[in-house]
């Protein structure tokens, strides 16, 4: 691949809850790996990913944002301007859910252009889930956002979450015509080493 100073560039904000693994998400697909004992990010985090779409450099510049109620209003300052967000909530607490709608909404709303994905962490704990997929799927269509659930801790969905978000930001010349709700299928299996990246 070449050097990210030639790649087309896409900001990328992760947003939602303290907990729900948003910076264990953005380290599984940059570092590969998962820590038990990742602190909660303060202010915000920032990531860069290099992969290819076809015969297209990407650089994802990922903005991990902290979820504690402090930090709220400082959100729209990394959204702005954001090609994709993530918007992330733990599949075993429903109250994460209801806060990644007020996500949904206000991106919506204030970021029209952002192309957003709805997504549900944790999905290695379903003996302990608390939050309908179905439920998740009929609303991502009902608003016309992606919707994906993954496991940060296992792997699962994860690259193919970014791989789906990459496709569609080079695919699309106007991300506003994105707007119909569609499901990304994790396939049931480990996360690959190196898809998409030399």
Same mark, same amino acid.
């Given at each position: 691949?070449?050097?990210?100073?030639?790649?087309?560039?896409?900001?990328?904000?992760?947003?939602?809850?303290?907990?729900? @693994?948003?910076?264990?998400?953005?380290?599984?697909?940059?570092? +590969?790996?998962?820590?038990? /004992?990742?602190?909660?990010? %303060?202010?915000?985090?920032?990531?860069?990913?290099?992969?290819?779409?076809?015969?297209?450099?990407?650089?994802?510049?990922?903005?991990?944002?902290?979820?504690?109620?402090?930090?709220?209003?400082?959100?729209?300052?990394?959204?702005?301007?954001?090609?994709?967000?993530?918007? %992330?909530?733990?599949?075993?607490?429903?109250?994460?859910?209801?806060?990644?709608?007020?996500?949904?909404?206000?991106?919506?709303?204030?970021?029209?252009?952002?192309?957003?994905?709805?997504?549900?962490?944790?999905?290695?704990?379903?003996?302990? +889930?608390?939050?309908?997929?179905?439920?998740?799927?009929?609303?991502?269509?009902? %608003? @016309?956002?992606?919707?994906?659930?993954?496991?940060?801790?296992?792997?699962?969905?994860?690259?193919?979450?970014?791989?789906?978000?990459?496709?569609?930001?080079?695919? /699309?010349?106007?991300?506003?015509?994105?707007?119909?709700?569609?499901?990304? %299928?994790?396939?049931? +299996?480990?996360?690959?080493?190196?898809?998409?990246?030399?």
């Amino acid at each position: 691949m070449s050097s990210t100073n030639t790649a087309k560039r896409y900001k990328v904000v992760l947003l939602g809850e303290s907990g729900v @693994g948003k910076s264990s998400l953005a380290q599984r697909l940059v570092k +590969r790996e998962w820590s038990e /004992t990742l602190n909660s990010t %303060v202010g915000a985090s920032f990531f860069r990913y290099p992969c290819r779409v076809g015969d297209v450099d990407v650089c994802f510049e990922i903005w991990d944002t902290a979820g504690q109620e402090r930090y709220k209003s400082l959100a729209s300052m990394y959204y702005r301007g954001a090609a994709a967000a993530l918007i %992330v909530y733990d599949i075993t607490s429903y109250d994460t859910y209801e806060c990644a709608l007020n996500w949904v909404r206000e991106l919506s709303t204030n970021s029209p252009e952002t192309i957003i994905t709805l997504v549900g962490n944790k999905n290695d704990l379903e003996s302990s +889930r608390r939050v309908s997929t179905e439920e998740c799927r009929r609303y991502a269509t009902e %608003v @016309g956002v992606f919707f994906t659930e993954a496991s940060a801790k296992n792997g699962n969905g994860v690259q193919e979450m970014f791989d789906e978000i990459a496709k569609t930001l080079v695919e /699309t010349k106007n991300p506003n015509s994105v707007r119909e709700g569609r499901v990304i %299928v994790p396939e049931q +299996r480990p996360a690959p080493q190196s898809r998409c990246c030399g």
